[in-house]
């Protein structure tokens, strides 16, 4: 007898659109899949649309606020209903990613050197007085980005140091902390990974924007982006780009699904995390589909072996 899954789509995020359109594709691929299917925008009727309703699994397809930041995981286990992705644990560490690049530093995986402020810190603080410091630390380009935040919403790269202080004020309009990183050019690459409790990598996606980086509109725009799959890369590098991206998965505790970002710098061959997201998008443009496409996985194939771990 096929399963109850509730969709858990929409909410308050910024991201709320991509979400809504990734709850509807997989809500009809789930309904292909002769799966009984109820959609549920994540509103204050949640608790209980979820109490009332025979539920067998949340397919949980959120970004963001609320989706990725271990609030509505912790409300799934409250009311004991299982979810898909990662655990509680694991979307707190990966959501701040202040949280997170403090772990890659500490379990030796690299990534871009930065320093963090938050909003009180410029107001009450004086840190603009820090920026030039900053600079002569790091160089210039920076990417001023907010700590918590999905999709590349409210990155900026500061090409001058005269850009900061309005690179900063952006950053500061999506989180109250906000992190200022070296910016590094390379190759940028998105390594889905899937499976529990033996994870395993799909083919890494390589993502070339037209804009100087993988920003908000190039993700979800069409004909903004050209994408190789799988990437553009030799034997030894792909399989470095992999392993960093499963150590990754690791360190921040993931389980069953989860996407990692990472810039390579074609030079030294070092493959730059940037960060992991918790629940990858399921969109026509998304990185994790295309991914799964081209290791023979059609998009509902995907969508039940994701429900099957889960469950």
Do not use: W
Request: hydrophobic letters at 40%; proline letters at 6%; one cysteine or more.
């Amino acid at each position: 007898m096929k399963k109850n899954i509730a969709v858990l789509m929409g909410g308050r995020s910024l991201e709320r659109e991509v979400s809504i359109k990734s709850g509807q594709r997989v809500s009809n691929a789930l309904r292909k899949l002769g799966y009984h299917v109820l959609k549920l925008d994540i509103d204050q009727s949640i608790i209980d649309n979820l109490q009332k309703h025979s539920i067998d699994l949340a397919y949980i397809a959120l970004h963001g606020k609320d989706g990725e930041d271990g609030i509505v995981q912790e409300m799934l286990e409250v009311v004991g209903i299982p979810y898909t992705g990662p655990g509680v644990y694991a979307n707190i560490l990966s959501f701040d990613k202040i949280i997170s690049k403090q772990i890659f530093l500490n379990k030796g995986i690299p990534t871009p050197p930065y320093y963090f402020l938050n909003g009180s810190s410029f107001r009450e603080l004086g840190a603009s007085k820090l920026l030039p410091l900053i600079v002569d630390k790091l160089g210039l380009p920076l990417v001023v980005k907010p700590s918590a935040q999905g999709s590349a919403l409210g990155i900026k790269v500061a090409f001058r140091q005269e850009e900061l202080p309005d690179a900063i004020i952006s950053a500061l309009g999506y989180s109250k902390k906000i992190i200022i990183e070296k910016y590094v050019k390379g190759i940028e690459l998105a390594v889905s990974i899937m499976g529990d409790p033996k994870p395993e990598t799909l083919p890494i996606v390589e993502i070339v924007p037209q804009k100087q980086f993988f920003d908000f509109e190039s993700r979800f725009a069409v004909d903004e982006t050209e994408y190789f799959v799988p990437a553009r890369l030799d034997r030894k590098t792909a399989d470095l780009v992999k392993n960093t991206a499963l150590d990754v998965h690791r360190s921040l505790a993931c389980t069953k699904l989860s996407r990692v970002d990472i810039i390579l710098d074609p030079e030294n061959h070092i493959p730059y995390v940037l960060e992991l997201n918790t629940s990858p998008g399921m969109t026509d443009t998304s990185l994790l589909p295309m991914a799964a496409q081209e290791a023979g996985m059609g998009f509902e194939q995907l969508v039940e072996k994701i429900v099957e771990m889960s469950l």
